[in-house]
């Protein structure tokens, strides 16, 4: 499992650049890219904020952003949920009796990255529409637990959102 590494505390001059218009796009997008992935529909189960980003367990990946905005985008799910998503994501788009079980494995966790990826990327396309430029790394895949995803000095928006598989959360840290 790759580590993960934390960004330095935000300088003084840094301030958070979480809003409705740079939050709202993930929100459109993980609805319109989960449905155009898997068929199912997502639903908004609330919205938080804390410091930091702590997981006891979990699975997920996690993407830098850079740009005119930049920060962490965490996206994080029960097991059983990405193992469900991915599969369903897979079966979409292969015939699975081909595969062999450490092939399978190591496509359900390509396809969990793509998935963020995908909502990431659709989400960039909104901030530009709202007149924000930014860019992505490519996402970094995560299985564990006691895992520090975002520093605890960084402002976090947690979007808890829901499918027919289960609950899974966008955390996004963003600063201007």
Do not use: W
Not at 61 to 69: A, K, P, T, V
């Amino acid at each position: 499992m790759p580590a993960v590494i934390l960004k330095q505390r935000p300088a003084q001059k840094e301030r958070p650049a979480m809003e409705a218009r740079t939050v709202n796009p993930f929100i459109i997008a993980a609805v319109q890219i989960v449905r155009e992935n898997t068929g199912l529909s997502v639903a908004k189960d609330g919205v938080s904020v804390q410091q930091g980003k702590f997981t006891p367990a979990g699975t997920g990946m996690s993407l830098d952003i850079s740009g005119q905005i930049h920060g962490k985008i965490v996206y994080e799910f029960s097991k059983g949920v990405a193992a469900r998503l991915s599969q369903r994501m897979v079966e979409k788009q292969l015939d699975l009796s081909m595969l062999e079980a450490g092939d399978f494995r190591k496509l359900l966790h390509a396809a969990l990255l793509e998935l963020g990826n995908q909502i990431t990327a659709r989400a960039i396309t909104l901030l530009e529409q709202n007149g924000i430029n930014c860019t992505i790394s490519p996402p970094k895949f995560y299985l564990g637990q006691d895992m520090q995803l975002i520093h605890p000095h960084l402002r976090t928006i947690v979007l808890a959102l829901k499918t027919e598989y289960g609950p899974f959360t966008i955390n996004i840290a963003l600063y201007a």
